[in-house]
């Protein structure tokens, strides 16, 4: 009897986590969908970087670019940011250039002592809500997108993706 109870159990918690893993699927799903334009032209920009300098979209005008909304204080952020370091390295030489747009609020010294602490070797600028609304608006981050050489979005990631993702994604436009 007992065992009969705990086997229920299990087959009601299997179910139960099927069902959830079934949802967060299918909404991962409808959530790339919805952040998979049809190469439309990325919007232009212009932010400054670390030191206060500008930094203009066009400035990477015939590049591969990966452009990564994202805070110091994000986990999922903290995670793909050594990816990004690696894509650049990587691909830097090939056309790719990956663009982090801080969205911290603290300013610039606390992005800069995270840029030194994680080496990144990509251009970081500081992110506002004009771009933010300009890309559909950033309702979740990271939010990254891909842009081929013509400026113009290829694909959208909201939430954290691994490496293979946007390596399959970059190869195809270098």
């Known amino acids: 009897m007992k065992a009969d109870c705990i086997r229920r159990m299990r087959t009601a918690c299997f179910t139960g ?9 299918a909404t991962s799903l409808a959530l790339a969908q919805e952040a998979s334009p049809a190469r439309t032209p990325a919007p232009d ?7 206060g300098k ?14 990564d909304f994202w805070a110091t204080w994000c986990g999922a952020c903290r995670l ?7 894509l650049q390295k990587q691909y830097g030489d090939k ?13 610039p010294e606390v992005v800069k002592k995270f840029v030194k602490r994680f080496g990144v070797n990509y251009p970081i ?3 506002n809500e004009k771009v933010a609304e300009a890309y559909g608006g950033i309702d979740a981050i990271p939010t990254t997108f891909v842009i081929d050489r013509q400026g113009r979005i290829v694909s959208g990631h909201i939430g954290y993706d691994d490496t293979a993702a946007f390596e399959k994604e970059i190869q195809s436009l270098l």
């Open 125 to 127: 600028v500081i992110g």
């Open 17 to 25: 986590f099927s069902a959830i893993g079934f949802i967060c699927l």
């Open 80 to 86: 793909e940011i050594p990816h990004f370091v690696e």
């Open 54 to 67: 500008p930094v203009k979209f066009s400035d990477f005008r015939g590049h591969v670019l990966i452009v």
């Open 45 to 51: 920009w212009e932010l400054t970087d670390l030191n």
């Open 95 to 107: 056309g790719l250039t990956v663009i982090g747009v801080s969205l911290d609020e603290q300013g």
